[in-house]
């Protein structure tokens, strides 16, 4: 007999101190959702709760309660005036310096904002993010900043809702999202300012679309996961393909067209202004397939103190790239073909990113996500355990990287005196 996972249907989740704690009659009109009877607002409250004090506790320990800080600048680059004021995090700080800088200046038209960026033609690749927090704010850059900074939070929380909710609505058990609330590429995405989260929920929401045959919707999606961030092009292939195998070609042509126009036609706009599209450390981003491999074993045993952080993430990594089989084993639908083109993404990492967790689990973020909506659809007890095995090690790779924010200040356990 193999394996069960999931609960019975008569286990719950709700212990009785829980039940004590959390009752089924909310005593305010309207807050039933956040009751044990609807899973999406639970987990909504939960995710709230969690990251919003995730959110005080760093702002205020690490940059005297200014979340802009979160931006990561840079003590060593130029930043535009309106950014004067932010605190600064190191001498060579994060990318998300450079994309809150576009946030004031979307479309560049202002010499000082390409000149806070290090490579202009590569970070406005990412331009959804940065030109709709400038629109929110109507062209003010101060108010831009702070659209930008509610924009990666609140939209890159949205993906593990996406996954809670396609999950409720198949009737699978929602606790198998749980380790996607502290996966690395998310802990990264929001408290470095990257657009990286914010395109994996639009990815999710390409896929529910599709899924759900909401066709319009879902050429919507495309088109914007690929302007929020240029590898979720890898989505357009399986959206075609699944399309075409169900012998539905002029659709699959107009599920991707939206999105290809969009693509192609900002990356033409970009070569005609900056005359190249890729520099040298851009190609450094990708290299032959497993090439990455006897360098990263070489890098991470190689040191007398051994980083325990990036052992955790080749760990992730190298079970990532064994759960392919197990993803496609059953089927190749919608979902599979997905978590197959950006799993191949893990096979060609080049030395620029696979240098570290903080690069690498932002790259393949969109994968644990994935793979939890995989895990409720296979049926083997083997493609389950390893597939799960993915959101788990990202997610305890999280957990490292929510632990390394802190040590500057004396670890988790110190941060929590100094708020009380």
Excluded at 110 to 128: F, G, I, S, V
Excluded at 151 to 166: A, C, E, P
Excluded at 258 to 274: E, G
Excluded at 348 to 361: C, D, F, K, Q
Aim: proline share 6%; with cysteine.
């Amino acid at each position: 007999m193999g394996l069960r996972w999931g609960l019975p249907q008569n286990v719950s989740l709700y212990t009785p101190t829980m039940a004590r704690l959390l009752p089924t009659r909310v005593p305010w009109k309207g807050l039933e959702i956040f009751g044990k009877n609807h899973p999406v607002g639970f987990s909504a409250l939960l995710v709230l709760v969690f990251w919003g004090f995730l959110f005080y506790a760093l702002a205020v320990v690490k940059y005297g309660g200014d979340g802009r800080g979160f931006f990561r600048l840079g003590s060593q680059f130029y930043h535009p005036p309106v950014m004067r004021d932010i605190p600064r995090d190191s001498p060579w700080g994060y990318d998300g310096q450079f994309y809150a800088a576009l946030a004031t200046d979307p479309f560049l038209q202002k010499p000082q904002t390409r000149q806070a960026l290090d490579t202009p033609h590569y970070r406005a690749q990412r331009l959804l993010l940065p030109a709709l927090a400038w629109l929110l704010a109507l062209g003010d850059a101060h108010t831009a900043l702070w659209w930008y900074l509610a924009l990666v939070w609140v939209l890159g929380l949205g993906s593990v809702l996406l996954v809670v909710w396609f999950l409720a609505k198949d009737g699978a058990p929602v606790f198998w999202a749980v380790p996607l609330v502290i996966t690395a590429g998310l802990v990264v995405s929001l408290t470095r300012g990257t657009p990286d989260a914010a395109a994996v929920t639009w990815v999710l929401a390409a896929l529910l679309a599709c899924q759900w045959r909401r066709w319009g919707w879902g050429a919507a999606f495309l088109a914007t996961c690929v302007l929020t961030r240029e590898t979720s092009v890898l989505l357009v292939p399986p959206v075609f393909l699944w399309q075409w195998r169900e012998g539905q070609w002029r659709r699959a042509c107009a599920l991707v067209a939206p999105a290809l126009v969009a693509f192609f036609a900002w990356q033409l706009s970009l070569h005609l202004r900056f005359g190249s599209l890729f520099s040298k450390a851009e190609l450094a981003n990708f290299g032959l397939p497993m090439g990455w491999l006897p360098w990263k074993l070489r890098e991470v045993f190689a040191p007398a103190d051994i980083n325990g952080v990036e052992v955790l993430g080749l760990l992730a990594l190298l079970v990532t790239v064994a759960s392919l089989p197990a993803a496609v084993a059953s089927k190749l639908g919608l979902w599979e073909l997905a978590y197959l083109f950006f799993g191949l993404l893990a096979l060609v990492l080049g030395p620029s990113v696979i240098t570290e967790a903080y690069a690498y689990s932002r790259v393949l973020m969109v994968l644990p996500f994935v793979a939890v909506v995989l895990v409720t659809r296979v049926q083997r007890s083997w493609q389950k355990a390893l597939l799960f095995a993915v959101p788990l090690l990202w997610a305890l790779l999280g957990l490292a990287l929510i632990r390394g924010e802190t040590l500057a200040h004396g670890g988790v356990g110190q941060v929590l005196k100094i708020l009380s």
